[in-house]
């Protein structure tokens, strides 16, 4: 089958499918797994389950095959980018059990920001959220409390636009990646990432 459609466009084949070949489902299906296992692997530090992640991926893919339509969205592969992200983060908004779960595995805030004065306007915010660093056992108290105060901030402190920004910003996403998960507009998104670091930098720094 790899052979047989190999040399066919996205959109080419979605109009065969449309046309009644019907086996063009399992190859675009098999062809763009890896895509969502990768997202998978970046949602996993929302808490979710990589397993569950890779189902919800595959039902958000199996839906852009189902809802493609040429003359209206972009190329197939963003338009299953966008179905993959948001059926796994409706999944994992659904399922969370505790609030900001994925914190607690974030270690090292505030060390890693002591490390980088100077530096922590041009630090992505991500990058500061998700350092890890080896600490000792009484670092390691010092660190939990401090998450525990930035875990409040962003209860308290962020709206809930905000903290689904914050949510997706942590996979790695950027804020037009982000818009479109939210359906939301860019400028909307790169606004809440900017309070969002305001606010954070009052806890962090």
Same mark, same amino acid.
Do not use: W
């Given at each position: ?20 070949? !019907? &086996? ?14 990768? @997202? ?9 389950? =990589? +397993? +569950? ?13 189902? +809802? ?8 197939? /592969?963003? /338009?299953? +980018? ?10 994992? #908004? ?16 505030? =060390?890693?920001?002591? =490390? *980088?004065?100077? #530096?922590? !306007? !041009? ?10 660093? !080896?600490?000792?056992? *009484? ?6 409390? &401090?998450?525990? &105060? ?5 209860? @308290? ?28 507009? *860019?400028?909307?998104?790169? &606004? ?14």
């Amino acid at each position: 089958m790899q052979d047989f459609y190999g040399q066919c466009g996205d959109e080419e084949l979605i109009l065969r499918l449309r046309d009644g070949e !019907e &086996n063009i489902t399992d190859y675009i299906m098999d062809k763009y797994k890896n895509l969502v296992k990768s @997202k998978a692997r970046s949602m996993y530090i929302l808490g979710a389950d =990589s +397993d +569950d992640l890779i189902q919800e991926g595959m039902i958000g893919l199996f839906k852009a095959v189902r +809802d493609y339509d040429s003359g209206r969205d972009a190329s197939f /592969f963003t /338009f299953a +980018d966008l179905c993959i992200s948001r059926q796994m983060y409706t999944a994992v #908004q659904a399922s969370r059990r505790q609030k900001h779960a994925p914190l607690n595995s974030y270690i090292s805030l505030y =060390s890693r920001v002591a =490390s *980088e004065k100077g #530096q922590e !306007e !041009e630090a992505e915010l991500v990058n500061i959220l998700a350092a890890r660093a !080896e600490l000792s056992p *009484e670092e390691m108290v010092i660190d939990r409390e &401090n998450v525990k &105060n930035l875990e409040r901030t962003i209860e @308290k402190e962020l709206s809930t636009f905000e903290k689904e920004v914050l949510d997706l910003h942590l996979t790695g996403m950027g804020y037009a990646q982000i818009a479109k998960v939210l359906g939301k507009d *860019e400028k909307s998104a790169d &606004n809440a990432l900017q309070r969002i670091k305001g606010k954070l930098k009052k806890v962090i720094g």
